[in-house]
């Protein structure tokens, strides 16, 4: 804004001069060719000065707007994923309702509530993202690979526990479990995720190649999902 009233200033200044500098007919024509050289020498100057001013405008502009599409492009995939997590839970929680419990083993939780396969995981993944008791959350899911060996949901936990050691700056251990998650469930939902902090863990080692690699192999797997896009900006990031 401060630019544009300078500008105005400056369009203002210029129609000022042109109508200050009047030749003066009575001099002599050495004079008057010297006045007429020093208005357009003016004149140009203004002029020169007024571009400037507008391509500096002009720049302004496209960075603001180059900035309101890479917020745009951001805001989108946090809908995307906040969605996808949405439908997540929905099909969690469907999945969970048509069990039965009384088929199922059970599990002591630390409030001596006894809960069966299914409701462990669900307890777990509470403790996780609604209540947010980190700890407690990776306790749960350690004691759930004991315990159910064979549940389909031994994917999930891993990614899980990838996520959760990932958070408190465990990467060895986050590492571990996601690589069971990737080698082990090819299937899984979590797979493509499980990819991605793989290759953000390696970024972070500084093991570049590592890092394109598991890029790439989340772009090939899954070339249509928001995980895939995340992929291709950090893989333009780590070829400049």
């Given amino acids: 804004m401060k630019k544009l009233f300078a500008l105005g200033l400056l369009v203002a200044g210029c129609a000022h001069a042109q109508s200050a500098n009047v030749v003066d007919l009575s001099s002599s024509p050495s004079q008057r060719i010297a006045k007429l050289e020093q208005m357009l020498s003016q004149r140009n100057r203004v002029q020169v000065e007024m571009q400037q001013h507008i391509d500096t405008l002009q720049q302004e502009l496209n960075e603001l707007r180059g900035n309101s599409e890479t917020q745009d492009h951001r805001l989108n995939q946090i809908l995307q994923r906040q969605r996808e997590l949405y ?105 493509v995720e499980g990819l991605i902090r793989l290759g953000r863990i390696a970024q972070d080692a500084k093991k570049r190649s590592k890092a394109i690699a598991y890029y790439q192999q989340a772009i090939k797997e899954y070339p249509n999902s928001s995980a895939a896009q995340i992929a291709q900006t950090r893989l333009k990031s780590l070829k400049k």
């Fill in 87 to 191: 439908q997540e839970l929905d099909k969690l929680s469907s999945r969970l309702n048509s069990r039965s419990p009384v088929t199922q083993p059970s599990v002591a939780t630390d409030t001596n509530i006894t809960l069966s396969e299914s409701d462990a995981y669900k307890h777990a993944i509470n403790l996780a993202l609604k209540q947010q008791r980190y700890d407690d959350a990776i306790g749960e899911f350690e004691k759930y690979l004991i315990d159910y060996p064979q549940s389909s949901f031994r994917g999930n936990v891993h990614y899980w526990l990838g996520q959760l050691y990932f958070r408190d700056g465990k990467k060895d251990l986050a590492k571990n479990q996601l690589e069971k998650l990737v080698t082990n469930f090819p299937k899984s939902s979590k797979r």
